[in-house]
């Protein structure tokens, strides 16, 4: 399996920095996404370092692990047209880009706190969709086509944002989702074309 060497570094960064808050409240509390904190005290900085902390080593182990399997793929992808350095910023702008409804949604809430890498991630699993939609994904071991699988967690994802009470921020997966596709379509345009052509003809090896 090649893992890019960006998408190590960013796993390396993200497990030491969430390890690091797990133990310090006052850690967390700085990094977390909380709106006030940006809208009153311009803290803009959270938009993007709450993406690096977990809520627990659960939330942690998910995440990087399928950043682990997906990012490596996405990064030798991408590199032949904005290389390894264009790959992080498309990482980091995914947190940003995922993000920002929930805080605009909330951003007078004195009550409302976001965390996890997971908008980022959804934009790294989607851009794979794309470039792969029948490609097997495990999920809970269980192997889906990746085309079959966005269509349930989209379909989920949607469902959950307006149900809400779970604590999980749906609306970042959504939007990271949504990302992931949009840049990937953005840097080349040929890839619809050629995802159709895929879809059309249904290859699970």
């Known amino acids: 399996m090649n893992v890019g060497p960006i998408t190590l570094v960013l796993i390396a960064i993200t497990v030491l920095v969430s390890w690091q808050a797990f133990g310090n409240p006052r850690l967390l509390e ?3 996404l909380w709106p006030p904190a940006v809208d009153r005290k311009h803290q803009y900085d959270r938009l993007i370092t709450h993406g690096f902390i977990h809520a ?9 692990i399928t950043l682990f399997f997906f990012g490596g793929l996405i990064e030798t992808a991408f590199s032949p047209y904005i290389g390894p350095i264009g790959f992080a910023l498309f990482y980091l702008s995914a947190i940003l880009v995922a993000i920002l409804p929930t805080y605009l949604r909330h951003r007078h809430d004195p009550n409302y706190r976001s965390l996890g890498a997971s908008g980022a991630v959804s934009a790294v699993l989607f851009a794979f969709v794309l470039l792969s939609p029948w490609s097997l994904i495990f999920v809970f071991f269980v192997p889906l086509p990746a085309i079959l699988y966005a269509v ?26 949504g990302y992931g596709v949009l840049f990937t379509v953005m840097m080349e345009p040929r890839v619809i074309g050629s995802f159709l052509e895929r879809l059309a003809s249904p290859s699970f090896f």
């Open 56 to 64: 627990d080593w659960g939330h942690l182990l998910f995440n990087m």
């Open 30 to 32: 700085r990094l977390i």
């Open 152 to 177: 349930f967690y989209v379909g989920y994802s949607i469902w959950m944002d307006r149900r809400g009470g779970d604590n999980i921020n749906h609306s970042a997966h959504l939007w990271g989702a």
